[in-house]
């Protein structure tokens, strides 16, 4: 959520922060702002909606300067508008933020009775106005950033520029990313290293309890008792992605035609093809010796993890626990030094799987990370990481995240299996043969079902309540496939096991209730066809996804039926995946919402 971008530089910035704030796009916002110091003044645009709004104001109302500061903001305090977007100006101050602050409120009435006038709702500007009131009270800049960031509490990523400082930049974090770029006479400061990507590969992360003071040589990093400390630097990768649409008309079409590309990769670092076998040096975790496994995420990532327990329940008799990590860090879940935890997170940054992590960490068990992001705070604090290598995921709707972290879980509840001797070396070989089909299949399955799921996709438009049942790891897609309908399109949708159907959503059935049903010809499948029977019976309209021999066994009468091919188990969630994905897509371009970028949704969730 959100997005920041500094530079200090030694020509025009404005268009560049434009340029830069593009990349952030993915991350959701709904206003945007720049602003530049020249001449010894501080000017700022700043306009509600997409960039191009902003885009169209500096076109008219062009900005000049060498050293300027760029937000994208996504609304938690105060409604999306031009006074409350970002940046806010107070006294010659400048901020930029993602985050909340949490103690705003009390602060505010502190500021209002000193007199401060307030021009926003937000909490942002409560930030700019404790700077100002205390240069005024004689602190120097340095002092009075260090000042507030000590009265502040909660969750912020910084950035402030001074009007009487024209070639220093401020920075701090508590909570969300911030990084620093290094370039040739001129430096960066961006949410992530996608933004600073155009300019420089050399980073360095802020930690929690970093304030940076950046000049246009160089950076002083100190701590908020004003002490100096040191952070490495990185050669980030992301330099090595061009993210375009290419021929798609989104990024969540272009990123569901990417899997079978993307898993490949995913793969070639866990599987050897060689010998069909999982490399002995990606586990990072003691498998042989747990007693238990936690795992925690969010949203599209908790259903992957959910789709992981059942494989190292079943492969290697490994107990699971999961929970969301909204929920998990405040459990207070009792754990011990011989079980392991698991955090799954695309961007590495998402706020309360960081909590938990911390939390696990605090009780002394090893830490895994499935992540996109191997740079991220989440792969920073891990002990082991296990990349998902998706490359950026620009669509906020998960699609190749998602299957690349199934591929990877797969792999390591299989690497689990036969380290706790749950599964044979043969039975390792025929399960990784199978994962090495994986990109074949789902190249035929996507170009073989696009356009009867185009077709179906018009019809679905026309409903508004949808519900998706499986059983087995169906029940996961069905949760996920209600998920991705629910953001993209606004069709209400829900998933259950289907064995849940006589327990309430039963009395949901009627003919304009279309049931969505995922079910492979597996060990379920006879169980969960009772299930299709029962909606039959009540005028539901089935879409049945199931495999060929799913089709053969099948007689009930469906609105429609999609047939992909018998796979193994092991590899069904990833194929089945597909239809749920392009369903989702096709019927929001038929709804004509914003599929890359729906409402109120932002791609990394760095607050609480």
Aim: glycine letters at 8%.
């Amino acid at each position: 959520m959100c997005g920041i971008v500094g530079i200090v530089g030694n020509q025009p910035v404005a268009g560049r922060l434009v340029d830069a704030l593009r990349r952030l796009e993915y991350r959701g916002y709904d206003s945007a702002g720049v602003a530049t110091i020249h001449d010894g003044a501080m000017n700022r645009r700043r306009a509600k909606g997409k960039l191009f709004n902003l885009e169209k104001v500096l076109d008219d109302q062009p900005l000049d300067g060498a050293v300027g500061i760029a937000h994208t903001r996504w609304a938690t305090h105060g409604v999306p508008n031009e006074d409350n977007a970002h940046p806010h100006f107070v006294e010659g101050v400048a901020v930029v933020h993602n985050g909340i602050i949490e103690n705003f409120s009390e602060l505010k009435d502190g500021l209002v009775a000193d007199g401060a006038t307030f021009t926003s709702q937000t909490d942002t500007e409560v930030v700019a106005q404790l700077i100002a009131r205390h240069i005024r009270q004689g602190l120097d800049n340095r002092a009075a950033m260090l000042a507030a960031l000590n009265e502040i509490t909660g969750a912020y990523a910084l950035v402030v520029m001074f009007r009487d400082d024209p070639g220093t930049i401020m920075a701090a974090r508590f909570g969300p990313p911030l990084a620093v770029g290094f370039g040739r006479d001129e430096m960066f400061l961006g949410s992530d290293a996608i933004a600073l990507s155009p300019f420089t590969n050399d980073i360095v992360y802020l930690v929690d309890g970093d304030c940076a003071i950046v000049h246009r040589t160089g950076a002083e990093i100190i701590d908020f008792a004003g002490n100096p400390v040191e952070r490495p630097h990185q050669i980030s990768q992301a330099t090595a992605y061009m993210v375009d649409k290419g021929n798609h008309r989104h990024f969540m079409e272009k990123e569901i035609y990417e899997q079978p590309e993307v898993i490949s990769h995913a793969l070639s670092h866990y599987v050897d093809l060689a010998s069909y076998s999982i490399r002995p040096d990606i586990a990072g975790i003691d498998f042989e010796h747990l007693k238990g496994l936690a795992i925690s995420a969010c949203g599209t990532a908790y259903l992957s993890g959910l789709v992981g327990k059942y494989w190292f329940e079943r492969y290697a008799r490994l107990p699971v626990e999961i929970d969301v990590a909204s929920e998990f860090r405040y459990r207070e879940l009792p754990l011990s030094k011989d079980q392991a935890a698991l955090f799954i997170s695309q961007s590495g940054e998402t706020a309360d799987t960081l909590a938990s992590l911390r939390y696990c960490k605090d009780e002394g068990l090893s830490i895994g990370a499935v992540v996109n992001v191997s740079e991220s705070t989440i792969a920073r604090e891990a002990d082991a990481v296990f990349p998902i290598l998706a490359g950026p995921e620009i669509g906020v709707a998960s699609t190749k995240a998602f299957t690349c972290q199934l591929a990877v879980l797969a792999s390591l509840s299989i690497a689990a299996g036969r380290a706790r001797g749950r599964i044979t070396a043969e039975e390792e070989r025929e399960m990784v043969r199978h994962l090495s089909e994986m990109p074949r299949i789902m190249s035929r399955v996507l170009n073989s079902i696009h356009d009867p799921i185009e077709q179906l996709s018009r019809e679905l438009s026309k409903f508004r309540h949808v519900l998706y049942l499986g059983r087995g790891t169906s029940y996961p897609l069905a949760l996920e496939g209600a998920l991705k309908l629910k953001e993209i399109s606004y069709i209400h949708a829900e998933g259950y096991a289907a064995g849940e159907l006589k327990h309430g959503p039963i009395a949901l059935i009627d003919e304009t209730m279309p049931v969505i049903v995922i079910a492979p010809h597996d060990r379920f499948f006879e169980k969960t066809v009772s299930n299709m029977q029962e909606v039959a019976a009540r005028g539901g309209k089935i879409i049945f996804i199931t495999d060929e021999k799913g089709a053969a066994a099948s007689k009930l009468e469906t609105m429609a039926t999609i047939v992909l091919p018998d796979v193994a188990e092991i590899i069904a969630p990833m194929v089945f995946s597909l239809p749920i994905q392009l369903l989702a897509y096709h019927t929001a371009v038929f709804m004509g919402t914003d599929v890359d970028q729906p409402r109120n949704l932002a791609k990394s969730v760095t607050v609480e």
